[in-house]
């Protein structure tokens, strides 16, 4: 069984920016895959960004790339999400999940999720 609890949401204004974190418990990460969704209100859960917890390898969705880096740190078994330029179209509920697949195909755990609002 896999914990994830993230942290680090918030309100903010747009053009700012926001770390998220989440931290990782209860096996081993050597094959594993850790990322962030997102859901805003009335719309469907869609990724954000993922990276392999061995190599490192990322991937985004379009809207995000060169605003949003996702990193991790293997020693806290915490994963990052560093958002810059932050815009109102950001506002959603961020969930971290674990799994594999490329762009988190499959999500097996997921954390209880952060809210981000970003006021214009």
């Known amino acids: 069984q896999v914990q994830l609890v993230e942290s680090g949401g918030g309100l903010v204004q747009a053009g700012d920016s926001l770390r998220l974190s989440c931290a990782a418990s209860?096996?081993?990460?050597?094959?594993?895959?850790m990322g962030w969704f997102r859901q805003a209100p009335g719309k469907e859960r869609e990724f954000v960004a993922d990276?392999?917890?061995?190599?490192?390898?990322?991937y985004y969705r379009d809207s995000v790339k060169g605003r949003f880096t996702i990193s991790k740190d293997n020693a806290k078994i915490t994963v990052y999400l560093q958002m810059n330029n932050l815009k109102p179209e950001d506002t959603a509920i961020y969930y971290c999940?674990?799994?594999?697949?490329?762009?988190?195909?499959?999500?097996?755990?997921w954390g209880q999720g952060t809210q981000v609002t970003i006021s214009s």
């Open positions: 990276i392999s917890w061995n190599g490192g390898t990322t």
């Open positions: 999940a674990a799994g594999s697949g490329i762009r988190l195909s499959r999500a097996d755990y």
């Open positions: 209860g096996r081993t990460f050597s094959s594993v895959r």
